[in-house]
């Protein structure tokens, strides 16, 4: 299996080399910005799956005028969250947003501890009752090097050097060794990414389309002594103007799937909660998890006053362990609505979903697609 990782990771990477060399003789249109620019937003807030919780965003742009961009995150709950997100971009990813660039750069370094995360087995007819609750914490480095080729078409490669732990496991439950059994690992991957985008914003899309594909890769090659696999992402988005120039009409459609020797439970397929990749509003954290997942979001997003906006959703996700055992009958659905408050730089996002399994109160940053 590793000969098979070693000679498509070779192949993918001639590929993107090819794509370089071609390139070095295209016309290129660097992206140009003079002005700078500071968002700050303060958090108070309440989560279904982390409580009450406070800190604050802010980002920091242009400020060396060199299109440069700081972003970072303070934050804490009282379900025991911490999380601390610093991502240095350069240039900013709305500066270079349908422009041509030689080289961009995105440096991310990530601490995230959830005191009380949620585990209830694998595949999607997993019970509610069989929840299993344990601490989980990450600490991470990536950093990515990316090229526009076209004011549209752009490729990017990443690599993630991650620490992950589980512990104190919940004692007594169905789950307890086999999340005890993960304890602490280090584990890098790699991963591959091309995109076409004829959006308008990275921030705040209103029209045109983004598709992306990317690879993940880990082996021992690659510096993980403890996963073997190869995971597959498509991302497919939407963006279409209704009734003038600010509400927007939004799809996205995310197929994912990983396979292996040795896969972390860590790295599956997760759907639940209010997060970018696995959002269902309606459910809670990691509700549904496995080898492969279908994700489906549709939201109509409006404006209200000013800087607040308003947002009506549909979420549609089903896991599975391989594709010929996908059962659309264990598909999951909810509904839902939410608010934005629109800064330049990012947005703050407020959704409530509804489910058969109950409600889910989420309060993030950015659009989920």
Not at 338 to 367: C, P, T, V
Request: charged share 25%; glycine share 8%; net charge positive.
């Amino acid at each position: 299996m590793l000969g098979k990782f070693h000679g498509y990771l070779v192949f993918v990477l001639f590929v993107l080399l090819t794509l370089f060399v071609f390139s070095l003789h295209a016309e290129t249109a660097e992206p140009k910005y003079s002005g700078k620019s500071l968002s700050v937003f303060p958090i108070l807030m309440y989560d279904t799956d982390i409580g009450f919780g406070y800190g604050a965003k802010a980002k920091f742009v242009n400020y060396l005028s060199a299109k440069e961009s700081f972003d970072l995150t303070l934050f804490a709950s009282t379900k025991g969250e911490r999380l601390l997100d610093f991502i240095f971009s350069i240039p900013d990813i709305e500066i270079r947003q349908g422009h041509v660039y030689a080289l961009s750069l995105d440096f991310n370094a990530k601490y995230n501890k959830i005191l009380t995360d949620n585990y209830y087995g694998m595949g999607p007819d997993s019970r509610e009752e069989d929840l299993t609750n344990f601490t989980y914490e990450k600490k991470e480095l990536k950093l990515t090097l990316g090229r526009g080729f076209t004011s549209t078409f752009v490729c990017e490669v990443s690599y993630y050097l991650r620490n992950i732990r589980y512990y104190n496991v919940e004692d007594n439950k169905i789950h307890t060794e086999t999340l005890k059994s993960v304890r602490e690992q280090f584990s890098p991957f790699l991963s591959l990414l091309v995109r076409y985008d004829t959006s308008d914003s990275q921030i705040h899309p209103t029209r045109g389309m983004r598709l992306e594909f990317q690879n993940d890769l880990a082996n021992g090659f690659l510096g993980n002594k403890n996963a073997s696999y190869a995971r597959f992402i498509l991302d497919l988005r939407k963006y279409l103007l209704l009734f003038g120039q600010k509400d927007v009409l939004a799809f996205r459609l995310r197929f994912q799937k990983i396979s292996g020797d040795d896969i972390p439970l860590f790295e599956l397929s997760v759907l639940g909660g209010g997060s970018t990749e696995n959002a269902m509003r309606g459910y809670k954290m990691n509700r549904f998890q496995d080898k492969g997942k279908i994700l489906m979001n549709g939201e109509y997003r409006f404006p209200i006053w000013k800087r607040l906006g308003g947002n009506i959703f549909v979420d549609y996700g089903l896991v599975w362990p391989y594709l010929k055992r996908m059962n659309f009958q264990n598909s999951a659905v909810d509904i839902g609505w939410g608010l934005r408050y629109y800064l330049e730089n990012f947005l703050a996002r407020f959704d409530m979903g509804f489910s058969k399994e109950g409600l889910g109160i989420y309060f993030q940053f950015n659009h989920i697609f």
